[in-house]
């Protein structure tokens, strides 16, 4: 079967703990865009990361808290930061790179939380049914125009999942995409 699909790109972002923003921040967690995946949101704070080789700043927070930290960055950022940090599923942060992040208040330094996120659909729970696929099934994509590809991504089902294919920043650039463009699924 073949649906269209949209792409929805990522760029290196941060999602923390309660505990882990109140020792970087002063201030309450502010939400200024609500992001396609249900209750997701863009926040107004942004941190740095740092190594000992190098610094990103402003790298934006996305709420709302979460039970762990992860910090998710992009191949070009890895040769940035000196790190090799694995490329993961979301919160499948075991044995990853370690990573400091430096806000207004301090800095802390995380152990394994730093991936870079494997691509993937997003479906919610409800559209499972529909499109005949099981969470974390893997699935084909297919990339048209000059940099044409049949890519791997594995399904993401929630409830509150928007029908989407995420890659990060790196990989759009790499197959000429932008955000919203439409792309084929395979199943």
């Given at each position: 079967?073949?649906?269209?699909?949209?792409?929805?790109?990522?760029?290196?972002?941060?999602?923390?703990?309660?505990?882990?923003?109140?020792?970087?921040?002063?201030?309450?967690?502010?939400k200024?865009?609500?992001?396609?995946?249900?209750?997701?949101?863009?926040?107004?704070?942004?941190?740095?990361?740092?190594?000992?080789?190098?610094?990103?700043?402003?790298?934006r927070?996305?709420?709302?808290?979460?039970?762990?930290?992860?910090v998710?960055?992009l191949?070009?950022?890895?040769?940035?930061?000196?790190?090799?940090?694995?490329?993961?599923?979301?919160?499948?942060?075991?044995?990853?790179?370690?990573?400091?992040?430096?806000?207004?208040?301090?800095?802390?330094?995380?152990?394994?939380?730093?991936i870079?996120?494997?691509?993937?659909?997003?479906?919610?729970?409800?559209?499972?049914?529909?499109?005949?696929?099981?969470?974390?099934?893997?699935?084909?994509?297919e990339?048209?125009?000059?940099?044409?590809?049949?890519?791997?991504?594995?399904?993401?089902?929630?409830?509150?999942?928007?029908?989407?294919?995420?890659?990060?920043?790196?990989?759009?650039?790499?197959?000429?995409?932008?955000?919203?463009?439409?792309?084929?699924l395979?199943?």
């Amino acid at each position: 079967m073949e649906y269209k699909i949209k792409v929805g790109i990522s760029n290196h972002h941060v999602h923390l703990t309660k505990e882990t923003y109140d020792l970087l921040f002063n201030e309450p967690l502010e939400k200024i865009k609500p992001l396609h995946q249900l209750g997701e949101f863009a926040s107004n704070q942004f941190v740095t990361l740092k190594t000992e080789k190098n610094k990103i700043e402003n790298v934006r927070i996305v709420g709302p808290f979460r039970t762990y930290n992860q910090v998710e960055i992009l191949k070009s950022d890895a040769y940035l930061l000196g790190l090799n940090p694995p490329v993961r599923k979301s919160g499948d942060i075991k044995n990853s790179e370690n990573i400091t992040l430096v806000g207004p208040k301090g800095e802390i330094y995380l152990e394994n939380v730093c991936i870079i996120s494997e691509r993937h659909v997003h479906i919610n729970s409800k559209e499972q049914e529909k499109y005949q696929v099981s969470d974390e099934q893997m699935v084909q994509v297919e990339v048209p125009g000059d940099r044409s590809a049949l890519i791997d991504a594995h399904i993401k089902i929630s409830d509150t999942g928007y029908y989407e294919l995420h890659l990060d920043r790196d990989e759009a650039n790499a197959f000429l995409l932008q955000d919203g463009d439409e792309l084929t699924l395979k199943i």
